[in-house]
């Protein structure tokens, strides 16, 4: 089976790229003139940007791309980000719903979601945190990536805090109720356009977002594929996932290649987008990957070449 990897668009917002049609048409051309076509796509994270814009635009600004994958009849799977989390929220309110119509009040954490959406008429699969599947009998796993080393790191030490002074231990669902707690605020508030403007103004001006990514990413190192390729392996032992032999992931908007021997190869796709939020320019974007028997490769778009080719040995 070959399969298009598309991660990060962040339709909604102005630096996203494939909101183009003509970007789109072109992506598909390209799919088909280098790769010989393709029977599904994977969505990976971050393709909706529910933080800083109204729903209703992020949903328009994505229809050009999911009609014209319907129309190529592809099957399309969405595995949900940090920016798009919403998505994952609203499951996990209705299925609370479902259960609490047949008087089932116990709490319930879900450590891996399965369901399916329809936006505009055009039906998704949806996956969280991750989407697991077989090629070349290789064991693949697609996640966004945003459950990896950097931020979350100190979301964690916190919770970690806290717990101990009410002498209770780290569960595997704190992670997931802090991030939660945070990416609703950042949807809530992206409704109401001053307070998007105050917020950035803030973020702005006490230089808090620059000490912040000094922080965790203090070079690019960090952000990148190698830089990160130790808080792959946790991620993999920690959720008790076994053999993976390759896993890809998105997030950091920087595509690129790692692998240690005997250890699983990790690819990260790169994005759709010309900006990073704290508006620095980026130095790959517009790329993408493709995956079939022969192997993998990351593209950008108007390339012939690809930027990285790697085998399913």
């Given at each position: 089976?070959a399969?298009?990897?598309?991660?990060?668009?962040h339709?909604?917002?102005d630096c996203?790229?494939?909101?183009?049609?003509?970007k789109?048409?072109?992506?598909l051309r390209?799919?088909w003139e280098?790769?010989?076509?393709?029977?599904?796509?994977?969505?990976?994270?971050d393709?909706?940007?529910l933080?800083?814009?109204?729903p209703?635009?992020?949903?328009?600004?994505?229809?050009?791309?999911?009609k014209?994958?319907?129309?190529?009849d592809l099957?399309?799977r969405y595995?949900?980000?940090?920016?798009?989390?919403?998505l994952?929220?609203?499951?996990?309110?209705?299925?609370?719903?479902?259960r609490?119509a047949r008087g089932?009040?116990?709490p319930?954490?879900?450590?891996?979601?399965?369901?399916?959406?329809?936006?505009?008429?055009?039906?998704?699969?949806?996956?969280?945190?991750?989407y697991?599947?077989?090629?070349?009998?290789?064991s693949?796993?697609?996640?966004?990536?945003?459950h990896l080393?950097?931020?979350?790191n100190?979301?964690l030490?916190?919770?970690e805090?806290?717990?101990?002074?009410?002498g209770?231990e780290?569960?595997?669902?704190?992670?997931e109720i802090?991030m939660?707690?945070?990416?609703?605020g950042?949807y809530?508030?992206?409704?109401?356009?001053?307070?998007?403007?105050f917020?950035?103004?803030?973020?702005k001006a006490?230089?808090?977002?620059?000490?912040l990514?000094?922080?965790?990413?203090?070079?690019?190192?960090?952000?990148s594929?190698?830089?990160?390729?130790?808080?792959?392996?946790?991620f993999?032992?920690?959720?008790?996932?076994?053999?993976?032999?390759c896993?890809?992931?998105?997030?950091t908007?920087?595509?690129g290649?790692?692998?240690k021997r005997?250890?699983?190869?990790a690819?990260?796709?790169?994005s759709?987008?010309?900006?990073?939020e704290?508006?620095s320019?980026?130095?790959?974007p517009?790329t993408?990957?493709?995956?079939?028997?022969?192997?993998?490769?990351?593209?950008q778009?108007?390339?012939?070449?690809?930027?990285f080719l790697?085998?399913?040995?």
């Open positions: 089976m399969s298009l990897i598309i991660s990060d668009t339709f909604g917002q996203s790229t494939l909101k183009s049609q003509a789109v048409d072109q992506l390209e799919v280098f790769e010989g076509g393709c029977e599904d796509v994977v969505l990976l994270g393709i909706l940007d933080w800083r814009v109204r209703e635009n992020a949903v328009k600004d994505a229809i050009p791309l999911l014209r994958l319907s129309r190529e099957k399309m595995v949900v980000g940090n920016h798009d989390h919403h994952v929220v609203q499951k996990q309110e209705a299925e609370f719903m479902e609490a089932d009040l116990f319930v954490y879900l450590p891996c979601m399965r369901w399916h959406r329809t936006l505009c008429g055009i039906d998704l699969e949806m996956l969280y945190p991750t697991r599947m077989r090629c070349c009998r290789r693949i796993l697609f996640t966004h990536g945003h080393d950097g931020i979350q100190y979301t030490q916190l919770v805090r806290l717990r101990r002074l009410s209770e780290l569960a595997p669902s704190d992670l802090m939660t707690y945070a990416y609703e950042l809530r508030s992206a409704s109401i356009g001053e307070m998007v403007s917020e950035t103004s803030i973020w006490s230089g808090l977002l620059q000490r990514n000094s922080g965790v990413f203090s070079n690019q190192r960090k952000a594929v190698e830089g990160q390729y130790e808080a792959i392996l946790d993999i032992r920690e959720r008790g996932l076994g053999r993976i032999d896993f890809i992931y998105g997030d908007h920087r595509p290649v790692f692998q005997g250890g699983p190869l690819l990260n796709a790169g759709f987008t010309r900006d990073q704290n508006g320019r980026l130095e790959t517009d993408y990957m493709f995956m079939d028997e022969k192997g993998l490769a990351i593209r778009l108007g390339r012939k070449r690809p930027l790697c085998e399913l040995l």
